[in-house]
């Protein structure tokens, strides 16, 4: 069996992430942190068993002083607590924060 190719090189980081149902109001938002992060989406650690397809809003800080960057994500694989969330329709200046945070990751793991 052939192994997956991914799209995207992964970065280990830890970053505080607010994550919600596309669907459900912000105060229904909890707080995850990531286990690594690429340009194409991140895996979280939920506090909640999260469904195969599950459509997110994800709102997080990687630039100091900047404004949050609230993206679309769904989630694409789970093993039990640990997401694989996708970013859906970014645009190009989330894009670029995202492409520009992980070049100046200090500890670059390609996974």
Do not use: H
């Not at 707080?31 to 989406?41: L, S």
């Not at 994800?58 to 969330?85: D, H, M, T, Y």
């Not at 200046?93 to 100046?104: D, V």
Request: hydrophobic share 45%.
């Amino acid at each position: 069996m052939r192994a997956a190719v991914r799209r995207w090189k992964r970065i280990k980081v830890d970053v505080r992430v607010k994550l919600r149902r596309w669907d459900e109001p912000e105060e229904n938002a909890t707080i995850v942190r990531t286990f690594e992060m690429g340009e194409g989406g991140m895996s979280v650690y939920a506090s909640e068993l999260l469904e195969i397809g599950t459509e997110l809003m994800a709102e997080f800080s990687i630039q100091a002083g900047g404004p949050p960057l609230q993206v679309r994500a769904v989630v694409r694989n789970r093993r039990g607590f640990r997401c694989g969330v996708e970013f859906v329709d970014l645009d190009l200046r989330q894009a670029a924060e995202i492409r520009r945070y992980l070049g100046a990751a200090e500890d670059v793991v390609e996974i």
